[in-house]
């Protein structure tokens, strides 16, 4: 039975698999850009901010702005073609998705996994729909979105010593935000072996729990810590150590750990090594994540997280969740849920 099943699995089966597959993923990432780009001045605290700069480009040119000059100039780009706001949050949006394409294909040859591209794509792209955090990522911190797995890509070729593809991908992602020199900042943390790596990590959550690092930074640079506290000031986000964000987020990186048996070799161990790249993520949120908005410190590592859990999915002994068809089933019901948390503006 088995032979007569492989035998039947010809080439231009797979490929109309394949065809019919990225057909799905392009049909339900339009359907999830047409939300996107219609949402509301109300949706996202950050929408207005995007949408005034884009208003001003359209009318204006060229205009000041503190923006970083990927953005900036990828903004004035499609304002120069004078189409609407919506086609602007849209474009963006699909920019965003450019992103996971590029982080899911370096990681995916990372990883070198026999399950298919497409599989691996699919897995992505459902956990990626089914967390509030892209959601986030997408319409509200929408430049840091952009940035955050173009950095997660620049770690991993900094883990594999592609020095050039290091600096590439991260000055893109700087080129979106900032931000991504922070976690840049730490990529020499993967030099170091293993148990060093993990008792840094260690370390560093402790210091973050204890309030530590907030003592610290408020003795030694009491400008910076008055600056990340008085940020956005005004508003009604909690500020302090925040224990939710830090054991959630510790718990995804012990997460591969723990399902480990679970998962096939060699791709376990591969898995199990990446993991470094989510804890230089986590760090910028430990040396400062008590400051206003600390959550946005840990969007490139929840992000990240996604597409490991779908990595340890497609290679999961446990055989219906890696199963193409019950994966392109679960993306059907994430998009319907990504698509209630744009248009009702829900985000972390």
């Known amino acids: 039975m088995e032979q007569t099943l492989a035998l039947n699995d010809t080439p231009s089966s797979t490929n109309a698999r394949v065809v019919l597959g990225l057909m799905m993923v392009a049909a339900l990432v339009v359907f999830i850009d047409m939300a996107v780009g219609t949402r509301g001045m109300d949706i996202g605290t950050d929408t207005p901010v995007y949408a005034g700069l884009y208003q001003a480009m359209t009318h204006h040119g060229l205009v000041q702005s503190r923006f970083e000059p990927v953005f900036y100039y990828l903004s004035a780009a499609i304002a ?16 965003m998705i450019g992103t996971v394409l590029v982080a899911t294909r370096r990681y995916h040859d990372y990883l070198q996994s026999e399950t298919s591209y497409m599989t691996f794509l699919v897995a992505s792209l459902l956990f990626l729909f089914v967390s509030p955090v892209m959601s986030n990522a997408s ?11 173009l950095v997660f890509t620049a770690l991993l070729a900094f883990h594999q010593r592609q020095w050039r593809a290091f600096v590439l991908w991260g000055l893109l992602a700087a080129g979106f935000h900032y931000s991504a020199f922070l976690y840049l900042m730490f990529a020499p943390v993967l030099l170091l072996k293993p148990k060093l790596q993990r ?16 003592v610290l930074v408020r003795a030694l640079v009491p400008a910076m810590y008055t600056l990340l506290m008085a940020y956005e000031g005004g508003t009604n986000y909690k500020t302090g150590v925040r224990l939710d964000f830090a054991v959630f987020s510790l718990f995804w990186y012990l997460l591969p750990f723990i399902v480990a048996p679970l998962v096939h070799e060699p791709v376990r161990d591969r898995i199990n090594r990446s993991t470094a790249i989510y804890l230089v993520l986590m760090l910028p949120f430990f040396a400062v994540g008590w400051g206003t908005f600390s959550n946005r410190y840990l969007l490139p590592a929840w992000l990240s997280a996604s597409l490991i859990v779908a990595a340890i999915c497609c290679d999961n002994r446990f055989s219906p969740l890696r199963n193409p068809v019950v994966l392109r089933l679960g993306l059907l019901a994430a998009t319907g849920l990504f698509y209630y948390y744009v248009t009702r503006g829900i985000v972390v």
């Open 80 to 95: 120069g073609l004078g189409v609407s706001l919506t086609t602007y949050q849209s474009v963006l949006f699909l920019v």
């Open 199 to 214: 008792a840094l990590g260690i370390a560093a959550f402790l210091a973050y729990c204890s309030g530590l690092t907030m």
């Open 139 to 149: 319409i509200n911190v929408v430049r840091q979105g952009l940035a955050s797995l």
